[in-house]
Antibody, heavy 119, light 109 residues
Framework: EVQLVESGGGLVQPGGSLRLSCAASGFTFSSYWMHWVRQAPGKGLVWVSRINSDGSSTSYADSVKGRFTISRDNAKNTLYLQMNSLRAEDTAVYYC????????????WGQGTMVTVSS | DIQMTQSPSSVSASVGDRVTITCRASQGISSWLAWYQQKPGKAPKLLIYAASSLQSGVPSRFSGSGSGTDFTLTISSLQPEDFATYYCQQANSFPRGFTFGGGTKVEIK
């Protein structure tokens, strides 16, 4: 079964750090571009970051640039999001998503992991 | 940055109704548009990609159309399981940033 499973969410104080993980299974992880998308409580979807298949190229939304770092370990079939200098407005469910080949769309999503930034 | 504007933000409809949701891009995006369905507490699900291509396993009552700046998602005959929030998403901007629309909630009338 093709699956993405996020972990690492939790409660963190403003200014703190957190690392999210996304474990992939059921497909050749190293062949796909991967993304992080977040959704604040009661709000819409917001694209956060993407990484190409071999990890050599990344891009970020302006709201997280310089604070978040996306990376991947293709040997471990795992995607990461290192989040530093966290702010209250980063509170959200974070989803990892696979960009489908030739789709320019996200065809597989994880279940999401909640990040709460609060003192 | 490309902005995506969906309308309406919510719609009330009955089972069997035809429902149309529109998405407008702030600049031309060719056909680089996708549609997703999201139910409460669940991850989004891809319905349509490349503006009009139906994702595998998605019922044929869902269809997409448009190119350039104006796009439409149509549900031809609303079913009980279709009550959800729908999002459009563009994938045209360089360097490969993606933008979602604000969402359209389809509610029971």
């Amino acid at each position: 079964e093709v699956q993405l499973v996020e972990s690492g969410g939790g409660l963190v104080q403003p200014g703190g750090s957190l690392r999210l993980s996304c474990a992939a299974s059921g497909f050749t992880f190293s062949s796909y571009w991967m993304h992080w998308v977040r959704q604040a409580p009661g709000k819409g979807l917001v694209w956060v970051s993407r990484i190409n298949s071999d990890g050599s190229s990344t891009s970020y939304a302006d709201s997280v640039k310089g604070r978040f770092t996306i990376s991947r370990d293709n040997a471990k079939n795992t995607l990461y999001l290192q989040m530093n200098s966290l702010r209250a407005e980063d509170t959200a469910v974070y989803y990892c998503a696979r960009e489908g080949s030739y789709l320019d769309a996200f065809d597989i999503w994880g279940q999401g992991t909640m990040v709460t930034v609060s003192s | 940055d490309i902005q995506m504007t969906q309308s309406p933000s919510s719609v009330s409809a009955s089972v069997g109704d035809r429902v149309t949701i529109t998405c407008r891009a702030s600049q031309g995006i060719s056909s680089w548009l996708a549609w997703y369905q999201q139910k409460p507490g669940k991850a989004p699900k891809l319905l349509i990609y490349a503006a009009s291509s139906l994702q595998s396993g998605v019922p044929s009552r869902f269809s997409g159309s448009g190119s350039g700046t104006d796009f439409t998602l149509t549900i031809s005959s609303l079913q009980p399981e279709d009550f959800a929030t729908y999002y459009c998403q563009q994938a045209n901007s360089f360097p490969r940033g993606f933008t979602f629309g604000g969402g359209t909630k389809v509610e029971i009338k």
